[in-house]
């Protein structure tokens, strides 16, 4: 499934008379580079109305994807925030929708995420960004101590606020394992507040082995 574009009636924000759009409706922001900047530069769905020169963002929904990141977002009109709370169903109806036709291809195991706005996505995409910089760091001083690199599945990092590359365990593989090869590598000096909360939840009693990819 490709980057996808629809056509809607785009509503000035100076009450201006309606007039039609074509606007990106489908993002894949794995597979169309120049898109995903657009949204990171605030450019995506800007309009100007042709009566009062004003630019604005269209504010029609849209679905942002990229598979390598686990990443699907759902972006509702600002409007709809109150109703934040109704939206919940048509999310679920949505996903399943998505998840049975339009990304039938892809194996779509992790759960939506729901922002109000472009400006929102932007926020989420520069957020993204700053992990896996961040996490690129983990991968390197865990490689410079002597570690085997592991990828965490990415939606399961996102959830637990983990870094997406952690330092394996060379014997054992439990969650203990995994803190002990994660607390060497902080002590060798690296500032990642991503890798210390995965070391202090791997330390937690009864903590679960992390889920990789
Ligand atoms: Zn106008």
């Not at 963002?57 to 009109?77: K, M, N, P, R």
Request: glycine share 6%; proline share 6%; with cysteine.
């Amino acid at each position: 499934m490709r980057s996808l574009q629809n056509e809607s009636a785009a509503h000035c924000p100076q009450g201006c008379e309606a007039f039609d759009v074509t606007y990106w409706s489908l993002v894949r922001g794995d597979e169309n580079e120049d898109l995903k900047a657009a949204i990171l530069g605030g450019e995506l769905n800007l309009v100007r109305c042709p009566e009062c020169g004003t630019y604005f963002h269209h504010d029609g929904e849209i679905i942002y994807f990229d598979a390598s990141s686990e990443l699907l977002v759902f972006v509702f009109s600002p409007k709809d925030k109150p109703r934040e709370h109704e939206l919940k169903e048509k999310i679920d109806h949505d996903y399943q929708i998505i998840k049975n036709s339009l990304l039938k291809d892809v194996h779509l195991n992790y759960p939506p995420i729901s922002v109000f706005g472009l400006e929102e996505l932007q926020h989420l995409l520069h957020h993204e960004d700053e992990i896996t910089a961040e996490s690129e760091v983990v991968a390197a001083a865990a490689a410079t101590q002597g570690f085997e690199v592991a990828r965490l599945k990415p939606s399961y990092s996102r959830e637990h606020h983990f870094p997406l590359y952690i330092p394996a365990p060379a014997g054992g593989q439990t969650a203990n394992d995994y803190a002990v090869a994660a607390a060497k590598v902080l002590k060798s000096g690296l500032n990642s507040t991503l890798l210390l909360h995965f070391k202090d939840k791997m330390s937690e009693p009864n903590a679960q082995a992390p889920v990789l990819l």
